[in-house]
């Protein structure tokens, strides 16, 4: 089991850049997949980014791709999604989420997550 804890929500304005954390404790938090997901008020949470449990494996969904990266270090128990060129359409609620075992090249179904965090929020003012 793992639990999950994210943090570096704010308040930025467009064309900004912030990097989010995500903590994970136990020892185990290194043979987990990570994922981040975004949900805006009145929305569905939707997929963000994904990394395999070693971080050779990346993927992310057509929105962010060429301004998020998604990382981890696995010596800290924590994963990270570094956001740049925000936009006002990018402010939601940020969780992260991890899988045991989750290969994803493709866009993540929340259900294939097993743990989640609590969320932090960002929001981009224009």
């Known amino acids: 089991q793992v639990q999950l804890e994210e943090s570096g929500g704010g308040l930025v304005q467009a064309g900004d850049s912030l990097t989010l954390s995500c903590a994970g404790s136990g020892r185990t938090f290194s043979s987990y997949s990570v994922g981040w997901f975004r949900q805006a008020p009145e929305k569905e949470r939707e997929f963000v980014a994904h990394i395999t449990w070693g971080g050779r494996v990346t993927y992310y969904a057509k929105p962010v791709k060429d301004r998020f990266t998604i990382s981890r270090d696995n010596a800290k128990n924590t994963a990270y999604l570094q956001m740049n060129s925000l936009k006002p359409e990018d402010t939601a609620v940020y969780y992260c989420?991890?899988?045991?075992?989750?290969?994803?090249?493709?866009?993540?179904?929340?259900?294939?997550?097993?743990?989640w965090g609590q969320g932090t929020q960002v929001t981009v003012s224009s």
């Open positions: 989420a991890a899988a045991a075992g989750l290969i994803a090249n493709r866009d993540v179904e929340a259900s294939e997550y097993d743990y």
